[in-house]
């Protein structure tokens, strides 16, 4: 039984792709636990994101918001991915496995899967289409990986050694902008803002920037063997 990777995207009514559709500017990436959604916006125009935070706000409640310049992560009070009308709604099939993150880019919604058999596929974007979806297959290849490859790097094998302190520092460090080029910010400046000591501040960052360094590697050597053109084809959005 032969496997295939398979990328489409689907254009209609939904709030996230309605978002990148009146801001071409932005890409959106989507994750979600069941219970909520965390977003990943890519801005080309940081000044766009008052404009698309209200949009947002119309949409879903946002509870949380980290801004890194040019990437803003968003997390929502409630999951809106398996709506009533969405394509998540269509994938009951278990033949059909979804890689994420969902993406969005110009009104369009973008999905990578795993098809354990042809028929899925071919009976998933038939009902998309005969519910009135715009769909379009960007890529169908044989699948030459283990899937495995593709899910094993879970958050327990990142984050499951951090301290709740050396989470907050990496995320306090992040939404300072201290890992951007150049800095937004330096420790000192950090450490005052939150009330700690610069030193004992950096020691919870090396310690988490260690862990997960050490549980990347092992990754990183795996993709590092992956010839380019398969590279290329991993990414979910192609922009022209």
Known sequence: ???????????????????????????????????????????????????????FEKAV???????????????????????????????????????????????????????????????????????????????????????ASSLTLSTDTLFSGLTEKQMDALLTAYAQGYFRFPRGSDLQTIASKEKIGRTTFLEHLKKAENKIITALIPHIQLFRKIPQERKDSMRLIHSA
């Open 1 to 55: 039984m032969s496997l295939f990777e398979v990328v489409f995207r689907a254009f209609y009514d939904n709030p996230f792709s309605k978002v990148t559709e009146r801001n071409p500017s932005v890409q959106l990436y989507q994750w979600c636990n069941d219970q909520h959604d965390i977003i990943e916006l890519v801005l080309q125009k940081p000044e766009d994101y008052d404009q698309v935070r209200k949009e």
């Open 61 to 147: 409640e946002i509870v949380d918001e980290i801004d890194n310049g040019s990437n803003i992560h968003v997390i929502t009070r409630m999951c809106a991915c398996d709506g009533p009308g969405t394509v998540n709604s269509y994938l009951s099939d278990p033949s059909l496995l979804v890689i994420p993150p969902v993406a969005y880019e110009k009104g369009w919604e973008y999905f990578r899967l795993i098809a354990f058999r042809h028929e899925g596929i071919t009976r998933l974007l038939t009902k998309l289409r005969e519910a009135g979806f715009r769909v379009e297959i960007l890529r169908k290849t044989p699948f030459d990986g283990y899937i």
